[in-house]
Structure formats: structure tokens, C-alpha cells
């Protein structure tokens, strides 16, 4: 027999503890302070016995804990039409958490129209992880509702038309503070001086006179500020007088803050060009602050944004499509939040957003959000340091990541099924190179990178890239918690070395790598062919199709796997303690810890890993993890 003397100096009741069941610490470990409980331990003796308390103190039922979440449909649209004149349809199923949602992989919305006088132009829109546009056009006259139908949930939307309504034209230097309203027909260059503010208000449509090509429509130059107050019923749109004829850009140039919110902006291009595709920008900023929210900045002739010189940018809900690339910034600021970047489809350099280097003391954070189907790379950088978090990178001709220089943190990300037309033979998910004798850093963590494997390319999930022959250079991965599944998960191109590829508690499916806890087994995803990446488990996987927790016939080795000092963070009971590789490891959609016998009914008090008893491997958790906090 030994004892086992603990002196406890915690307050349950006002500190947090990480990788810990709550339910099950609360009555594992007393609420004591300044106690000292000694104990003699025999063989066999149950944890919950050393402390007094009864093995089967039941608190909670499993099912009580996991209830799935609802989705419904949103149709985002303006609230009233120009026959003949472009607008943007949006559709998204949104969670009961108000996100998107993403694990709907591709669904079809069907559009309807309830006034057989009123004709629509297109009747579907294909969603991206549970987000979709498309520009309409609706001929005929008089109001109507529009319908979009997903998967058996439908909503509905009323549409006025603004025949015969009042149009004002306005070109030049704006006067004082204006505000715009109703239908604005912008007939030449438009100047918002310094210290004056341009309101346009919920509703308003903004037709912007453009041209057949070049570099000559109409812009709007910002030195003041803008505020677009567009709402969630009534949003504002900027679109072309002639949809045959693409408008120039809005430009902010050294200018005041400005924020656009519920905002269309649609048909622009047709502006000087410039960066990685000679194209035109519709929104340029130079050194100014601009915050969007619930924007679709889509359709364009050009690229969506060139931004430069200090520049601070925000995107919030926005969705970004169908243009030549996404927006090209440098020395600027982002942060890039739940939003959508897709179908740039231009025949060449159509990245889904190009990073460049930043100034002293900037950030670029991107985070839960997709960037999908585009003709080139989802993320280009070049010597930017770069957070990508809770992205999902699929479909693109290229790579999924694309680093030259900088360093660049990918955390709880799907990187899948890029390099769909690659332009090299050897192709990769995520490549880094460096410049000539400098330093590229790569962190990866609960990532998911699988790559398409196109007959005829060999493909690589990581890659340490000399694309343009340097001499000298060093190129370092670190790796953790993830799963990389490739025909050659890792390669690296002299002069950069293997050893600077350090991947720990990462399942390198096919290939023995070493470091701490690897496998190189079978993650065994659900149904990777239609996008999920969830990993089969007896005990439970969350399947997104049905909302539901469902039990698999084999459990993935991917599950319990990861870095034991990881916190397991959201993992639902049964977690083992321990989180899972991958993606959705530390998440509330983890698959569960199966222990050979079906998860407990309920969840015993004590039990840490969920295997239905409470024992040592229990308290082996607890002191492993002793006194560590989060606040």
C-alpha cells in the first residue's frame, strides 16, 4: 500500500481547468482550500473510494450533452428591383449559432419568383459550404416575392419595383455632408473631399456609369469617409448603369474610416490595373481604415481589391466571387472573418486572396472562413506573417498554400482537394520557399491536408519548394496534432534539409516520419469523395448530412492521439482525456473515444476519459494537467 497525500489550494468554483471534463473534475476534486486529504491507495482502488465519494454518482446523461445543432435557410437580397438591372442574390443555411454552415459541403438552392409577370434569370445557385450568390436579373414589372429552397427549408423575400421612381445624377466634388437615397445614378468621377462624410442609406441603389473595356468607368475617390448603412432587410447596391459595361473602382486614398454594411458591389473593374494580374480593382485603398460587414463584393471585371501604404482592413460575413482574383494587398492590415472567397476563375494568376509583406507592428488574420473553386492558389503570400485558423481551403487549380518568405500559422484547417489542374508534375498542397540565404516558418496545427491525387502528377501534402533555385535557405515546418494524407506526404528540395521539418503527434498516413507520437495509419475519414473529413468512430462521429451523431463499424487511429500537454477544448464525452488529430480535434464536432464496449449512458462523476469507471488512467489525466488554467 502507498499514500497518497494531496494538498489542495484551488478553488473549483473561480478557476477554469483545460483538457478536464468540468462535470467530472467538480466532483473529482473537491472545492476545498488550504485541505489536505491523505489516502492509502491498494491495488485496484477506484479514484472516486480515495476521496469518499460514490462510484456511481451519475450526473448528466450523454445525450443530454450533445444536442445537435438546427440550421435554416437566409435568402439575403435587396428589398425592391430595376427591370433589367443586376441583383445580388445571396443565400446561406445558417446554424442556430448564427454561422454558416460549412459541413454542408455543395447543396442546391432552387429560385422562384410568385408574379408570372415578373421573369428570373437564373433559377439556381450552387453553395460552397453552405454559401452561395448570384447575380439575377429580373424583367417584367410589378412586385413579387422571391423563394429559395435548400434541402427542404425555403425562405421568402419581397421585392418592390422602383418603376417610375425618382433618379438623381451626380458627378463631381460632393458638397458638404450628403446623403444619398432612393436610385443615384453616379454619371462621372465622384469626389468625397477630405473631412466630409457621404451617408447612403438603407435601400439604395447606386448605378455607376462604366465602360465596354479599358481602364475608363466611373469612380467613386474617397478622401473623406463613406458610411453604407445598408441592413440585413435593405441593403445598398453599387452596380452598372448598363450591365454590359463594367463602372471603375471606389477608391480611399489616405482617406478617413469608412464602413460599408449589408453592401452589394457589383460590375467595377474597368480601372487602371496594376499587381499580380495587371486587372483593375473595384475598391482600391491607399493607406486608409475600412471595416466590411455582410458585403458581397462579386462580378467584377477586374480583381476584387488592390489595397497598399498602411492600409487597415476588415471583413466581416462578406462573400467575394466571381471576379478575375480576390483582393491583393500589401503593407496592410487584416482581419478576415467568416468569410467566403470563390469562383475566381480568370485564366491565370485568379489567386483567392495574394498576401504580401505587411509594415512594422500589422497583422493578417484569417478565421472561419472558405476559399474555394478558384483557377490559381486559395492563400498566395509573399514574406507575410499570416494566421489562418478554422479555414477550409478546397478546389483550387493549384495549391491550397502557397508561402514564399514570412511565416504563416495554418490551426484547425481543411486543406483538401486542391491542385485540381496543377501546373507543375510535382504538385503540393501547401509549398514554402524562401528567398536566397533567408528563413521561411511554417506552423501547422489540427490541420486536415489531403490532396486531390491527379493521375499523372505526384502529388505532396508539405512541401519545402525550390521553385527558383536558391543556393542557400531554410524552410521550417512545424507540425502538430495533424493529419496529412498524400501519395508523398512530405518532400523536400536541396538546399533545405529534412531536419527542419519537425512534425509531432501527426498521423503522416503512409509514410514513417520521425517525432513524438506519429502514426502513419489510415485516418479513415466518413466520406472524403463529398467533403467529410470527420473520422469514423464506434463510439460516435457527427455526421453533418443528418445532424446527428451516428455510430461507425471501425474507430479512426487518429482519434486520442494527439499532443497529451494539447488542451482537449470542446471534444464531446466520451474525449478520453487526450484530443484527437486533425481538423476537428479540440472541437465540438470530434469524433468520440471508444474503449470496446458502447459510450456510457451517463456520464459518471470522475470519469475524465469517458471509458464508463473511474480509475487510474482518470487520475493519471489529472496529474498530468495539475493546476494548469486558462482565464
Not at 444619398?180 to 451617408?199: E, F, K, M, N
Not at 512594422?360 to 478565421?367: E, S
Amino acid at each position: 500500500m502507498v499514500f497518497l497525500c494531496v494538498h489542495f489550494r484551488l478553488s473549483i468554483v473561480t478557476r477554469k481547468i483545460r483538457l478536464i471534463n468540468w462535470l467530472s473534475l467538480a466532483v473529482f476534486l473537491p472545492a476545498v482550500v488550504g485541505a489536505t486529504v491523505c489516502r492509502g491507495i491498494s491495488a485496484g482502488t477506484d479514484v472516486a473510494e480515495i476521496f469518499g465519494m460514490p462510484k456511481q454518482n451519475a450526473t448528466l446523461t450523454a445525450a443530454a450533452s450533445q444536442l445537435p445543432p438546427q440550421i435554416h435557410v437566409n435568402l439575403a437580397v435587396r428589398d425592391s428591383y430595376l427591370a433589367g438591372i443586376p441583383v445580388l442574390v445571396r443565400i446561406e443555411v445558417i446554424r442556430d449559432d448564427g454561422r454558416v454552415e460549412r459541413e454542408l459541403w455543395n447543396a442546391v438552392a432552387a429560385l422562384s419568383v410568385d408574379n408570372p409577370s415578373v421573369i428570373l434569370s437564373k433559377n439556381q445557385i450552387t453553395l460552397c459550404n453552405g454559401l452561395g450568390s448570384t447575380l439575377a436579373v429580373f424583367t417584367g414589372s410589378g412586385d413579387f416575392k422571391l423563394t429559395a429552397k435548400v434541402n427542404g427549408m425555403e425562405d421568402t423575400r419581397l421585392l418592390t419595383d422602383l418603376a417610375g421612381e425618382l433618379v438623381t445624377s451626380v458627378s463631381g466634388t460632393l458638397a458638404g455632408d450628403p446623403v444619398w437615397s432612393g436610385i443615384i445614378h453616379v454619371t462621372g468621377d465622384v469626389v468625397v473631399p477630405a473631412s466630409r462624410t457621404l451617408t447612403i442609406q438603407p435601400g439604395t441603389l447606386v448605378l455607376i456609369d462604366g465602360v465596354s473595356s479599358g481602364s475608363g468607368g466611373a469612380d467613386i475617390d474617397v478622401l473623406g469617409t463613406i458610411k453604407s448603412l445598408g441592413t440585413a432587410a435593405s441593403p445598398v447596391t453599387f452596380t452598372a448603369s448598363d450591365p454590359a459595361k463594367a463602372w471603375g473602382e471606389i477608391h480611399h486614398e489616405h482617406a478617413a474610416a469608412s464602413a460599408y454594411q449589408y453592401t452589394d458591389i457589383t460590375l467595377a473593374g474597368h480601372s487602371p490595373g496594376g499587381g499580380h494580374t495587371g486587372t483593375g480593382p473595384a475598391l482600391r485603398s491607399v493607406g486608409s481604415k475600412i471595416v466590411f460587414d455582410h458585403v458581397c463584393l462579386t462580378d467584377n471585371a477586374g480583381k476584387v481589391m488592390q489595397a497598399s501604404s498602411g492600409s487597415d482592413l476588415t471583413f466581416r460575413n462578406c462573400h467575394l466571387a466571381r471576379s478575375v482574383m480576390g483582393p491583393e494587398i500589401q503593407g496592410t492590415a487584416l482581419v478576415f472573418e467568416n468569410t467566403w472567397i470563390t469562383e475566381m476563375l480568370a485564366p491565370d494568376d485568379s489567386d483567392g486572396i495574394y498576401i504580401h509583406d505587411q509594415l512594422a507592428g500589422q497583422t493578417c488574420l484569417m478565421k472561419g472562413g472558405v476559399v474555394a473553386n478558384v483557377n490559381d492558389d486559395c492563400v498566395d503570400t509573399l514574406g507575410c506573417k499570416l494566421t489562418i485558423e478554422d479555414q477550409i481551403l478546397r478546389d483550387a487549380k493549384d495549391k491550397g498554400v502557397s508561402i514564399y518568405g514570412g511565416e504563416v500559422n495554418i490551426n484547425h484547417c481543411l486543406v483538401v482537394g486542391n491542385n485540381k489542374a496543377p501546373e507543375d508534375p510535382t504538385v503540393s498542397t501547401v509549398a514554402a520557399k524562401t528567398f536566397e540565404s533567408s528563413t521561411t516558418v511554417v506552423n501547422i496545427d489540427h490541420t486536415t491536408i489531403v490532396t486531390s491525387k491527379v493521375p499523372g502528377h505526384s502529388d505532396i501534402g508539405i512541401q519545402s519548394h525550390n521553385k527558383y533555385g536558391v543556393k542557400s535557405g531554410t524552410v521550417i515546418y512545424n507540425v502538430t496534432n495533424s493529419i496529412i494524407d498524400a501519395t508523398d506526404p512530405v518532400n523536400v528540395q536541396a538546399p533545405y534539409l529534412a531536419s527542419d521539418v519537425h512534425i509531432n503527434y501527426s498521423d503522416v498516413f503512409d509514410e514513417t516520419w520521425t517525432g513524438a507520437g506519429n502514426i502513419h495509419a489510415d485516418p479513415i475519414f466518413a466520406d472524403p469523395n463529398n467533403g467529410d473529413y470527420h473520422v469514423n468512430s464506434q463510439a460516435g462521429r457527427w455526421e453533418p448530412g443528418k445532424q446527428a451523431w451516428i455510430m461507425d463499424n471501425v474507430t479512426s487511429p487518429c482519434i486520442d492521439a494527439g499532443d497529451p500537454m494539447s488542451p482537449i477544448g470542446l471534444e464531446p464525452f466520451p474525449n478520453g482525456g487526450r484530443v484527437n488529430m486533425g481538423a476537428y480535434g479540440g472541437t465540438a464536432e470530434a469524433s468520440k473515444s471508444y474503449f470496446g464496449e458502447p459510450p456510457c449512458e451517463t456520464i459518471i462523476a470522475g470519469d475524465i476519459n469517458g471509458d464508463c469507471k473511474v480509475d487510474f488512467s482518470d487520475f493519471s489525466i489529472m496529474t498530468l494537467h495539475w493546476l494548469q488554467a486558462v482565464e
